[in-house]
């Protein structure tokens, strides 16, 4: 339950809900009852099944064993978001008033969950009337860290976590990770630790602001706005490089990335998505299901979001900064402004492939990450996560003995050997090519 309960936690905090300490607790005692259900149990058990009550002790113990914070504790979320805001807003004024901030030096960063190999959940190929791969509520999912400066002009590398190190299409690829349009780092649960977000800064953005700063003729200073989430810690500060010491880091609740950006992303990658697989099915003899199976992985998966994080326009960013500090944006920047990622477009594409896909498809699945997950999608995205990880280490297994014997080989050492020994009395030794059987 506890590990399930964990997953949940973390994606919640993907997306910058509130957690207290009674919403916890209250999806523990629904993942527990959960599964319960699940496994054949004796009187006993149904006898004790309300044992687990999600004690404030338990929450206690849970949070220590988890290392998770910014969690607010029962009966504070409702009054204390509007003033935090409200202080938030405050203190965000007078740090750019002291010191003289301008949009260009003033950057937001947030993570997002991307269920990279997914399509709309009613998404069917009309020839063949059957489900395309890739329709379940949890697929392959990765995590992303977006970057970019109030005043829309400078896009940081971004950050990716994976569940797997060093993926098969890599290798097939010939994919070298030190040269991609992200930072690539990888852990079983694919998520943004600590570690990874302060490699981040120092070896990504650090470099990437500095140079920006000085090409642009700009005061060496800059400011990081960040959330609360656990890859954030309150003294990040201290774990900046020296040479990266002009960077200073807020925390803020309002993250101007959640003000479209990262929903137009999504719509962007998906419209990238579309385009590819009719690019594909429309020049090539393959159909969108063997495509889908056989020939779209990690490393075009990349490209796309490569694609769709350069589409993403300045207009967007610079708007995302409307409720935070409208008075970094021009007013004209507001006025009629609408996502710059028609829907309609997308499913125009889809319609091209001969899916059955509307507006309303195509908004689920941007808005996806947003939605509840049942104990059942925990339990298959765990299961995903922990599965990628095995088939990453059978397969560089596989490949090592590939490298220096081959099963067959091996089955003729063994035999040989066996010709050895008959009921434990050695036979003279036959000729054979293996060097190494004389000194077994």
Not at 174 to 190: G, Y
Not at 401 to 410: L, Y
Request: charge should be negative; proline fraction near 4%.
């Amino acid at each position: 339950m506890e590990k399930l309960l964990m997953v949940w936690v973390t994606e919640k905090q993907l997306k910058d809900d509130t957690l207290t300490q009674g919403i916890i607790c209250e999806k523990a005692r629904a993942i527990y009852g959960d599964l319960l259900i699940q496994i054949p149990r004796t009187s006993t058990d149904e006898a004790s099944e309300d044992s687990f009550k999600a004690s404030r002790g338990w929450f206690d113990n849970f949070r220590k064993r988890t290392g998770i914070h910014s969690v607010v504790r029962h009966g504070e979320a409702a009054s204390s978001d509007v003033k935090a805001t409200e202080d938030y807003l405050k203190t965000f004024s007078e740090l750019i008033e002291a010191n003289g901030y301008i949009p260009q030096q003033v950057f937001n960063c947030d993570e997002t969950g991307l269920f990279w190999k997914k399509m709309p959940n009613r998404t069917y190929i009309t020839a063949e009337e059957k489900i395309m791969p890739g329709h379940k509520p949890m697929k392959d999912r990765l995590t992303l860290a977006l970057c970019a400066n109030a005043s829309g002009d400078c896009k940081i590398k971004p950050l990716l976590v994976y569940h797997s190190e060093n993926p098969r299409a890599f290798k097939s690829h010939k994919i070298f990770k030190e040269k991609l349009q992200v930072m690539w780092r990888a852990n079983p649960k694919a998520w943004v630790t600590r570690q990874f977000f302060v490699q981040w800064v120092n070896l990504v953005f650090g470099p990437s602001v500095k140079k920006y700063l000085q090409e642009n003729n700009l005061p060496i200073q800059a400011l990081l706005v960040l959330d609360n989430a656990p890859a954030h810690p309150p003294n990040l500060e201290d774990d900046i490089l020296e040479e990266f010491k002009f960077i200073k880091v807020l925390y803020l609740i309002l993250q101007p990335m959640d003000q479209q950006v990262i929903s137009n992303f999504k719509k962007l990658y998906t419209k990238h998505l579309f385009r590819r697989c009719f690019e594909v099915t429309e020049n090539t003899n393959l159909t969108l299901r063997e495509y889908w199976k056989e020939h779209f992985n990690i490393v075009v998966c990349l490209r796309m979001i490569d694609q769709a994080w350069m589409s993403v326009t300045t207009r967007t960013l610079t708007y995302a900064w409307k409720k935070l500090w409208p008075e970094s944006v021009a007013e004209r920047t507001f006025e009629g402004f609408e996502p710059e990622v028609p829907v309609e477009e997308i499913v125009s594409l889809g319609k091209s492939m001969g899916l059955v896909i509307d507006e309303r498809d195509v908004n689920e699945l941007v808005e996806e990450h947003s939605q509840e997950l049942t104990t059942e999608e925990l339990q298959e995205l765990q299961s995903q996560q922990h599965s990628g990880v095995l088939q990453e280490i059978g397969f560089e297994e596989k490949s090592e003995v590939e490298d220096t014997i081959s099963i067959s080989e091996i089955k003729e050492i063994l035999g040989m050997w066996e010709s050895f020994t008959v009921r434990g009395k050695e036979t003279p030794r036959k000729s054979c090519n293996w060097p190494c059987i004389g000194s077994i």
